[in-house]
């Protein structure tokens, strides 16, 4: 480090920021060389490199951590915000930012209750979606031709299955073959429950009919792969029906509330799988018997009541005893009623030709002939002129007829019309006039009020033979014209109009 002096400074070094800053990233670095850590995970940020950058927290400080991408992919458990864990690392800063942080190498929980805070959570957030609604499950085939197992192929567990199977009711098993703890437990059991999804039923490789997930007993740290949220998914989203048997019957995981059916041990969940082939053929020879049974006594129901309805039936002799003897007599009429209606039929016979005669033949041609004749003239020329002339005077009394009614109409109507005329010469202000009344108006305008007349300029006054205007000298005019003059003697002045005249 090359230290600059001022003489004017005194024995106090100067550094440059680049120095202070690698001093102090030594001394950090060497002091917190390996550390571990306890503290709760505050806020996580994975940006799309892969690394994860988080605080670590306590009641009273926050330091800032980072984990690169290869070590996070190693985690048996992922960081969440609010997990308790002890972190080991190394101290060191960086400069870019004047702070200093944590470069973590492992992360675990610290301790079961961190994991279990965890679970709930992670729990909590799932039921809100409904993965564990009971109403989204799917009912057990009663026979699968296929089961589907994931599992570790090498663990008791296959071949506690497979062993149980083998004693209820033999059935075809596919196998895929997991990890069942650890790091890779968590994607390689979501990718079998995929995968056995995606098989097409028929195919090469059949899909099963039912799935099993199962793994022998552990500690909340060797089955937290099954708690994991992308099996719970993987598991919920199955369209194959599922079944957990993950750990012993204490033992619970997130898998066990998302499945169709939990089984609490694997060898439960083979005998949820199956029935019991040995107890199926005995009810089925059961029911073969009792259906034998039931069988025989209807049949032998059926024989007696047959009996029962020959013996209430009349001998066949006695039936056809009187069809017999009505045929009999039938047989002796017949001879002679054959002759008497060859008979009948000669004597009609003898009668119809009779007037078959020519000379009806010639009579009937005849009269055929003259009412052929008869029609021909009908149809000549004088015929139709006939026929127009009847034609044109019917249509000559037709218009006379709708000319008399015509003008009837027209009288009737003129009649009408003078009768309205005559109501409307009652009704009108002019009858009114006759009557001793008079019509005042002033400039124009109808005057109803004495203010109205003194004001107007001009007035005129309506009578039933005149009009007489006011104002700059007297005028009588014609009612109709309202400027001839009254053709006789002006009508006194009634009492009412005052001062007005």
């Known amino acids: ?116 805070a965890m679970l709930e959570k992670r729990k909590a957030a799932l039921a809100a979606e409904g993965l564990f609604d009971p109403a989204r499950k799917k009912g057990l085939p009663y026979l699968p031709e296929i089961i589907g197992v994931v599992t570790s192929p090498s663990g008791a567990v296959i071949r506690d299955i497979l062993h149980r199977l083998r004693d209820r009711f033999p059935r075809k098993v596919l196998i895929w073959p997991v990890a069942v703890q650890g790091a890779r437990c968590a994607p390689e059991v979501a990718r079998a429950i995929e995968g056995f999804n995606r098989l097409s039923p028929g195919g090469a490789l059949p899909r099963p009919d039912l799935l099993i997930v199962a793994r022998g007993g552990g500690s909340v740290e060797d089955l937290w792969g099954f708690n994991e949220e992308i099996v719970a998914r993987a598991a919920a989203a199955s369209e194959i029906p599922l079944v957990s048997a993950v750990g012993h019957e204490t033992d619970t995981t997130l898998i066990d509330f998302v499945s169709d059916r939990r089984a609490p041990t694997p060898t439960a969940a083979a005998e949820l799988a199956v029935p019991v082939r040995v107890d199926l053929m005995a009810a089925t020879r059961d029911l073969g018997a009792r259906m034998t049974r039931a069988m025989g006594l209807r049949l032998e129901h059926r024989g007696q009541r047959l009996r029962d309805l020959g013996r209430a039936m009349p001998r066949l002799e006695a039936v056809l005893d009187g069809p017999r003897q009505r045929l009999d007599v039938v047989g002796d009429r017949l001879p002679a009623a054959l002759r008497r209606g060859v008979d009948q039929h000669r004597l009609r016979l003898s009668e119809v030709s009779g007037s078959l005669r020519p000379s009806m033949l010639r009579r009937a041609i005849e009269a055929d002939r003259a009412r052929l004749r008869d029609r021909a003239d009908r149809l000549s020329l004088r015929g139709v002129t006939r026929e127009i002339r009847e034609g044109r005077a019917q249509l000559d009394r037709l218009a006379q007829r709708m000319a008399e009614v015509q003008a009837a109409r027209l009288a009737e109507m003129q009649r009408g019309a003078d009768a309205l005329g005559r109501l409307n010469e009652t009704l009108g202000y002019r009858a009114t006039l006759r009557r001793g009344y008079a019509v005042v108006r002033g400039d124009g305008e109808l005057v109803t009020t004495r203010e109205a007349a003194v004001a107007a300029q001009h007035l005129e006054v309506e009578f039933a033979d005149g009009v007489v205007r006011l104002g700059e000298g007297a005028e009588v005019a014609a009612p109709d014209t309202l400027k001839a003059k009254p053709r006789g003697k002006p009508a006194k002045t009634p009492p009412e109009q005052g001062s007005l005249f």
């Open 1 to 116: 480090m090359d230290l600059i002096e001022d003489s004017g400074a005194g024995n106090t070094p100067e550094f440059s920021v680049s120095e202070l800053s690698g001093a102090v990233k030594k001394a950090i670095e060497g002091g917190f060389g390996h550390v571990r850590v306890r503290g709760e995970v505050g806020r996580v940020s994975r940006p799309r490199s892969g690394h994860v950058y988080m605080d670590l927290k306590d009641d009273r400080a926050v330091i800032a951590g980072v984990m690169w991408k290869g070590v996070a992919a190693k985690l048996a458990n992922q960081p969440e915000e609010g997990m308790e864990v002890i972190a080991t690392g190394r101290l060191t800063t960086f400069p870019g930012q004047s702070k200093y942080q944590i470069v973590i190498e492992d992360m675990v929980p610290a301790g079961a209750g961190a994991l279990m």
